[in-house]
């Protein structure tokens, strides 16, 4: 069986105008193809019709009045994605993306927002085999302290970064870093990209659910205390002398 490896790779990452799927907007976007020919990125820059905040252009760098000035219609752009995407998909790439579930997400939410076909609605399913080194970062290494940025995880791979935070930088160090993840763990080469998805999926579903449980046994944990500390300070002011 030849490993998934040697499937052509499409990285994919965008910068946003915030974090909400729902309202946010695509500003920049990148799909970087790693195969045997070599690597070969294509990147977009979109007027997202809104404005940009300051906060968001501080981390990518893109002005409100730059994207206005240089970017394409968002119809446009975001067509021109789903299209390279879907092809790329259709013709075998395993999709590689950092936190791919944002970019997936926005990436739907946007293309519905202009009346295009979502990728599911454009591929006849979900997107897959998706690669997400982030996920498989934490279910590879769960013990590891510390965070689990993009930054952290090219530092504690060893792979060099320039500026990081612009869309082609890094899907480019996102796919670097899936290469280390491969050969820290030689086993994940040795499954599918479809199983190497699918045990993403049970991970994400058990660390949401162990959130949940965890949460829910806070609440609890509150609710029981509160009517102990009424009781204290009822019992204490029953038994305090009067003046």
Partial sequence: MTS???R???????ETTGIDVDHDRVVTAALVRRDAVGTRFRTWLIDPGVEIPEAASAIHGVSSAHA???????????EQIAATLVDAVTHGAVVVAFNASYDLAILDAELHRHALPTLPERLGTAVAPVLDPLVLDRMLDPARP????????CAHYGVPTGTLHTADADTIATLDVLGRLVEAFPDLAARTAAEVHAQQVDA???????YRRRKEAERLAQLTAAPADDDARLGAAVTAPNG
């Fill in 68 to 78: 206005r000035a240089h970017g394409v219609p968002p119809a446009t752009g975001l």
């Fill in 204 to 210: 994400v579903h058990a660390w949401r659910e162990a």
């Fill in 146 to 153: 510390g965070p689990r940025r993009l930054v952290d995880l």
């Fill in 8 to 14: 052509p790779l499409l990285g994919l990452d965008t």
């Fill in 4 to 6: 998934w490896t040697a």
